[in-house]
Nanobody
Framework: QVQLVESGGGSVQSGGSPRLSCVGSGYTYSSYCMGWFRQAPGKEREGVASIDFDGSTTYADSLKGRFAISKDNAKNTLYLRMNTLKPEDTAMYYC?????????????????WGQGTQVTVSS
């Protein structure tokens, strides 16, 4: 059974640079596309970044250069480094995975989701 467990969220001041983690189990971690999504109150879930089995990455245009996705296959762990956080980055952040062809930020493509970790940015 595939399980994804996020951690690293919490309350952060504007300008902070926390790192989120997502530990996966129950599947061949290295061969899956992994992604980070976020959902703010009253808004749709949106893609943040994804990383494919070969390490290639995709970012939401608005976050490119400020967020960085990476993974450690040996630890079955996905990371999201978030730099220079702003209050508008406040959201529940979700880790997701799928084994289909391609690795973009279309949330319907992902079959496995974690429970999410809340990030709240105060000004």
């Amino acid at each position: 059974q595939v399980q994804l467990v996020e951690s690293g969220g919490g309350s952060v001041q504007s300008g902070g640079s926390p790192r989120l983690s997502c530990v996966g189990s129950g599947y061949t971690y290295s061969s899956y596309c992994m992604g980070w999504f976020r959902q703010a109150p009253g808004k749709e879930r949106e893609g943040v970044a994804s990383i494919d089995f070969d390490g290639s990455t995709t970012y939401a245009d608005s976050l490119k250069g400020r967020f960085a996705i990476s993974k450690d296959n040996a630890k079955n762990t996905l990371y999201l480094r978030m730099n220079t956080l702003k209050p508008e980055d406040t959201a529940m952040y979700y880790c997701a995975a799928h084994s289909h062809w391609g690795c973009d930020l279309v949330k319907e493509t992902y079959n496995y989701w974690g429970q999410g970790t809340q990030v709240t940015v105060s000004s």
